[in-house]
């Protein structure tokens, strides 16, 4: 009875294999390497591309929420701003509603600036100065709006650094001015750099006084009053937005009678986030399954290859058996080489997935990163697949009759 093989010895021969054909095991690793890369790389893209909603939307401000005209209807038809937000109701909400700590209105239009010879396009936004502390912005130089200026609807203005780099080069913005429509407008402060949100620069961004803006700029309607594009609303702590939004609805409610569906709509960073963290998740484990696809491919790859070898190994195999080794000794053999192969594969590929995402983190503003625990997932995945693929020609082999392979010596 011919005893069993020793593993190290099994594992040894099929290393012995596959270093003997080196150009054949790489060309059939390359399914595996191509798969394994492709799946790090697209889950390293879609993790960075989550980690930027997400800091993008942590710059929108800490306990803040968002009373925003219109409802999920309009916004789908693409109606833009409808006029179901007032000023009255930002004061409303300052004076009435409990757990809201401060509220910043806001109206927005585009505007043409002109800086002597220099004209560019910006955002514009007529604000109050609550604007300042609820969306957490900062002065990098001058000041922000003070009740006087408000009050007395002054020409001043406020920009961001990108804006004040755009309209006086190579020059300080502080205490220059700066022209929109037929009116003058004196630059008092620059903010410090925000970033972009969704896509849009906050730093390419311009802010005057509330009053300013309807008296010389957007104008009041005579049938709304003050319309305003959105109100900014911050609650009082973290634990408290909950109970804001709800107040915020009744109020709001009241104030325009609504008794069927709400003509305005309230939401929070923490709503915006689980939006957004939802969708990234989704592209995310899309995209991992067209790269576990191509890891498929890479183990039809080594199942048709490792096919090719039992046939012309027939005459090894029957040897082998004629000297004493038992079909489980065959059997172990073949999977050993299909498992190395595919191991090897993923460690190569993840190696060149891991080195990918760092190149995206580096040249891209996108904070691709990838876990330990993805890439040891993925190599793991990696070996299944090349012992899953291996069993057909193991077993093809361990199933050879010896005096048949021998025939052909």
């Not at 008092?188 to 005057?208: H, M, R, T």
């Amino acid at each position: 009875m011919a005893s069993k093989l020793p593993l190290r010895e099994s594992v040894g021969m099929a290393l012995s294999t596959l270093r003997a054909n080196k150009l054949r095991s790489l060309l059939t690793m390359l399914g595996i390497v191509i798969g394994n890369a492709s799946v790090i790389t697209l889950v390293g893209v879609g993790k960075g591309a989550q980690n930027l909603a997400e800091g993008q939307l942590s710059n929108l401000g800490a306990n803040v929420l968002f009373v925003v005209p219109g409802n999920n209807d309009t916004r789908r038809q693409g109606i833009d701003f409808p006029k179901t937000l007032v000023l009255e109701d930002a004061q409303a909400i300052a004076e009435q509603v409990p757990s809201v700590r401060r509220v910043a209105p806001q109206i927005t239009l585009s505007e043409v600036l002109q800086s002597g010879g220099i004209s560019g396009t910006a955002s514009i936004s007529g604000v109050t100065p609550e604007f300042l502390p609820v969306r957490q912005f900062e002065m990098a130089q001058g000041r922000f709006f003070t009740p006087s200026d408000l009050n007395g609807a002054r020409n001043v203005l406020v920009v961001g650094p990108d804006l004040a780099g755009k309209m006086f080069p190579g020059r300080a913005a502080l205490g220059r001015q700066l022209r929109i429509r037929n009116q003058l407008f004196e630059v008092i402060g620059v903010l410090e750099p925000k970033g972009a949100v969704f896509g849009q620069n906050q730093d390419e961004n311009g802010y005057i006084p509330l009053t300013t803006m309807v008296s010389k700029l957007s104008g009041r309607d005579p049938t709304y009053g003050v319309n305003l594009n959105f109100i900014s609303v911050e609650a009082r702590d973290d634990q408290s937005t909950g109970a804001a939004s709800f107040q915020i609805t009744n109020l709001l409610r009241q104030r325009h009678r609504i008794l069927r569906e709400d003509d305005f709509a309230v939401r929070s960073q923490k709503d915006a986030l689980t939006i957004v963290s939802t969708i990234t998740g989704g592209l995310t484990l899309m995209l991992a399954a067209i790269g576990a696809v191509s890891l498929l491919v890479g183990g039809i790859g080594i199942m048709n290859i490792m096919l090719v070898s039992v046939s012309e190994r027939t005459e090894e195999i029957g040897l082998r058996k004629a000297l004493g080794a038992r079909s489980g000794d065959v059997l172990l053999q073949f999977l050993v080489e299909s498992l190395v192969l595919a191991s090897l594969g993923g460690l190569i590929g993840s190696a060149v997935g891991i080195g990918t995402v760092a190149l995206v983190a580096a040249v891209t503003p996108l904070p691709a990163s990838i876990g330990a625990s993805t890439v040891l997932g993925t190599v793991a995945l990696s070996g299944s697949i090349g012992l899953f693929f291996g069993v057909v020609p193991a077993r093809r082999a361990a199933r050879l009759d010896p005096i048949v392979a021998l025939r052909s010596l």
